[in-house]
């Protein structure tokens, strides 16, 4: 399946297509020098299959997690790049999960004030959400992208064989974005988590997450409008991910999405909500003290001036942004029982 | 006078207005949270006056050069805003000449993915060139402009009386980017120059400088193809320019685009431009050996594999883009004879 995507900058081609790694060369234009940005954790063939497509290809393999995305990593790539001459008409790969695609993606718009990037993203949730659309960003004295950009890859490829070797917990991880865009945007995505097995339909799921997410995208690009709608669940879960990055063992993203939806719901989307979640093995239950989280969002991109702007979903793949006082939002956080 | 200059991101508007600083807050909405960035040799009176028209100012005060000009600088910067708790709907002004507005409008850029960026460039080479047109960026590695972004600013502030006490040196400077845009793009603006005292004309002159350019970016945002135009000059420039900081007593940028220009116009036009230069005291020889500012040329961000594009002026008025082997344009550029 092919979605073109459109952007100010014009259009760009998300190929879905099991295998396509190794249709790479044929799918993007790739005979020129390409900085391969990738992390320890993706599988050495991986690697070697893309580097095949490339004319020249350089390496940048960085730890994985939250705490590579950072201006120094920005930076030794750059400097990687510079080296090795890269030029305007040269480009950058990105090979690797959500951390690895927004760190390229930033140094793909940078380098010489832009060069063309392209994503492969081999987790659930780099496929059904983070490769499409554009923002890219790394993390700031501890806060998630606070410095970065909207800069549209050139191309997408994404490859379902890419996920062979992700851990259960990464893939449910990374459907909680897709079950975020069914519950807001599309109800069929979402009966798709309610009824049998999600993970035997995963093509369809990335396919309709994918539509829904490029229709909003090319509807406000630059995140001046009804983008908001892709932030359902991100104000809590970005406060419980902050929080859980202190403690020993972190939850992932989507397990934080998760955490962070189930408080925007009404009791009767929640009644839909938590059956899917525990199917999945996603938590239903936060472990940290709302007062605590609420302190920690001042810093919160969705905040303007003192008023807060919030997803709420009160009937399935519909949603509402609401706009109020921040101290308002945060009495109703802190008096939450769920 | 205004001028609006599109881009794929809306719309701008340019002022060139005499002591239209002190009716900042009219033209601009700057009722919040506005980081100036300046440096320190803006006078006092200058940022005073800005100052009053933001809802709540605070400054980012660099030394003046383009040492200033790094992603160290950067940082500083988003770390400052970061503390002051800016969002998204704050915003970045830029008051100072083209280091200042290079490196604010990357900050804009950047921080929480792009914030409204505004430029009050107080320089005649910022005033007649690099106000307009979005490029913004940072030096890296002694390399210029390596890491950037294109970023057009929501608004700029051309007010000549900013320039009252900037050094004649400077002011030549500066009028080398204007006799640049004269020559390769309007013979009415060269005449400004050929005829009478330059000096009695600036506000036309900025202002027909300022509609070229205006032009020639709107036809072309992200230098793909005829925005080569406003590198006339340039890759020659740079070379001289990187040489030329290695030194004691570097050349200012506007002088080394003086040097330039003058080896890419035929031998007719030369005998036009070289008057043009002396009478505004600006230099026709150069004091660098051709054949070390090519090999300083590998990093050129205007070469593409190992052909360059170099723009030749052959009539006053026009231009022509002349993409060459790299080695034939070194062979010309090392016999020169000038």
Do not use: W
């Not at 995963?202 to 932030?231: C, M, P, Q, W, Y």
Request: aromatic fraction near 6%; proline fraction near 4%; charge should be negative.
């Amino acid at each position: 399946m092919r979605i073109n995507v459109k952007t100010g900058m014009g259009e760009y081609p998300v190929f879905i297509e099991r295998g396509g790694l190794s249709r790479l060369g044929e799918l993007f234009s790739l005979d020129r020098k390409c900085m391969i940005v990738t992390d320890e954790n993706i599988p050495q063939s991986l690697v070697e299959a893309a580097e095949g497509a490339c004319g020249e290809a350089h390496r940048f393999v960085i730890t994985p997690g939250e705490h590579s995305k950072t201006l120094a990593s920005f930076e030794a790539c750059l400097e990687k790049m510079l080296a090795a001459s890269f030029t305007r008409g040269d480009c950058v790969i990105a090979l690797g999960g959500g951390v690895v695609g927004d760190l390229a993606g930033f140094i793909a718009s940078a380098y010489l004030r832009g060069v063309d990037f392209y994503n492969i993203p081999t987790t659930v949730l780099s496929q059904v959400d983070s490769s499409v659309g554009g923002k890219v960003a790394v993390n700031f004295r501890g806060l998630k992208n606070m410095v970065g950009a909207f800069y549209p890859p050139r191309g997408v490829l994404v490859d379902l064989d890419t996920l062979a070797t992700l851990p259960p917990r990464h893939v449910a991880a990374g459907l909680a974005e897709a079950v975020k865009m069914g519950l807001s945007l599309d109800e069929s995505l979402f009966r798709l988590f309610e009824e049998g097995d999600p993970h035997a339909k995963l093509e369809t799921v990335i396919e309709k997450s994918l539509l829904a997410k490029a229709a909003v995208v090319e509807a406000d690009e630059r995140e001046g409008g009804i983008r908001k709608v892709l932030n359902f669940g991100h104000t809590l879960a970005h406060a419980v991910e902050s929080e859980s990055h202190k403690g020993d063992s972190p939850l992932y993203h989507g397990e934080c999405v998760a955490l962070g939806m189930i408080p925007m719901c009404t009791q009767e989307v929640r009644a839909r909500l938590i059956p899917v979640l525990e199917k999945l093995g996603l938590p239903t239950a936060c472990p940290f003290d709302y007062g605590t989280l609420i302190s920690a969002m001042g810093h919160d991109k969705k905040m303007k001036g003192d008023s807060i702007s919030v997803i709420r979903v009160e009937k399935v793949g519909e949603y509402r942004i609401d706009t109020l006082p921040f101290t308002q939002f945060a009495e109703e956080v802190k008096g939450l029982k769920l």
